[in-house]
Nanobody, 124 residues
Framework: QLQLVESGGGLVQPGGSLRLSCAASGRTLASYAIGWFRQAPGKEREGVSCISKSGGSANIAASVKGRFTISRDNAKGTVYLQMNSLKPEDTAVYYC?????????????????WGPGTQVTVSS
């Protein structure tokens, strides 16, 4: 059904910025809530941020508050994660995930579809 592909990862110095994109295909993005997750080497996958169908957002990880911003452009079928003031601790593979929601404008607790991930490395 819905397919997701992340892009925008790469190598950046501490204090720098990256914008990740999550491109959806196969279905209309407007019907889905989207979450961003990350997994660092040797660590469990953690939720980073999520965005509802209508654009309401929430930061799941306290470590990214004030630094990461999630947004969506349904017309382009893309969700973004703007990452500022990056720290070495942000190094991880970042994934986006989607959940179909009929009428709820919330961030869900689980997801139906996942992208393959994009590597973000923050290092001097």
């Amino acid at each position: 059904q819905l397919q997701l592909v992340e892009s925008g990862g790469g190598l950046v110095q501490p204090g720098g910025s990256l914008r990740l994109s999550c491109a959806a295909s196969g279905r209309t993005l407007a019907s889905y809530a989207i979450g961003w997750f990350r997994q660092a080497p040797g660590k469990e996958r953690e939720g980073v941020s999520c965005i509802s169908k209508s654009g309401g957002s929430a930061n799941i990880a306290a470590s990214v508050k004030g630094r990461f911003t999630i947004s969506r452009d349904n017309a382009k079928g893309t969700v973004y994660l703007q990452m500022n003031s990056l720290k070495p601790e942000d190094t991880a593979v970042y994934y986006c995930a989607a959940r179909f929601l009929f009428d709820r404008n919330v961030c869900p607790g689980d997801y139906d579809s996942w992208g393959p991930g994009t590597q973000v490395t923050v290092s001097s």
